[in-house]
T-cell receptor, first 115, second 107 residues
């Protein structure tokens, strides 16, 4: 089944303890992206990647890192999490970064709580 | 990418058509209109997209005005499972989701 898989679904951690949220897609998509969703603010893009070894900042990149060493994986890294990074996170992918016929496919989300 | 404006909430009776409007008056010629929906806290689900022609698929219809400054998503026979937040996005590159329209289908 074609899908975007995020892990874990739920994560509770403490301030300053490095964590990684994994994202994998099995559709051979070039484009991948991370969003966070907070009440009243909609989905905001953190980072995106147009292809392997190419990553760019989105609207809210502070405090996050990403890497794209392989086409299928796009992990989100929080080197030193803080409580303001408590949020619902979504990974998404699409065939290309061009929008003529390339909808985003989303994972099921990771709910992160930083205490 | 063009800014979009949607009403914050709408109600629709079950079995009736739900018509969700979206204004994108600053859309440029190469930007597409995409619609997504999000049920509770699940990942957003793609519904439909178009450039300038009207589009229809098994989920919905998309009507884009001739000047492309606005569009309407039509769910022809709304069910309770269509209760969700619906996002309209005008984009040639990145997706900016905004806060969408919260649609409630009423029994």
């Amino acid at each position: 089944e074609a899908q975007v898989t995020q892990n874990p679904r739920y994560l509770i951690t403490v301030t300053g303890k490095k964590l990684t949220v994994t994202c994998s897609q099995n559709m051979n998509h070039e484009y991948m992206s991370w969003y966070r969703q907070d009440p009243g603010l909609g989905l905001r893009q953190i980072y995106y990647s147009m292809n392997v070894e190419v990553t760019d900042k989105g609207d809210v990149p502070e405090g996050y890192k990403v890497s794209r060493k392989e086409k299928r994986n796009f992990p989100l890294i929080l080197e030193s999490p803080s409580p303001n990074q408590t949020s619902l996170y979504f990974c998404a992918s699409s065939l290309t970064g061009k929008r003529y016929n390339s909808p985003l496919h989303f994972g099921n989300g990771t709910r992160l709580t930083v205490t | 990418d063009a800014k979009t404006t949607q009403p914050p909430s709408m109600d629709c009776a079950e079995g009736r058509a739900a018509n969700l409007p979206c204004n994108h008056s600053t859309i440029s010629g190469n930007e597409y209109v995409y619609w997504y929906r999000q049920i509770h806290s699940q990942g957003p689900q793609y519904i439909i997209h178009g450039l300038k022609n009207n589009e229809t698929n098994e989920m919905a219809s998309l009507i884009i005005t001739e000047d492309r400054k606005s569009s309407t998503l039509i769910l022809p026979h709304a069910t309770l499972r269509d209760t969700a937040v619906y996002y309209c996005i005008a984009t040639g590159n990145q997706f900016y989701f905004g806060t969408g329209t919260s649609l409630t289908v009423i029994p």
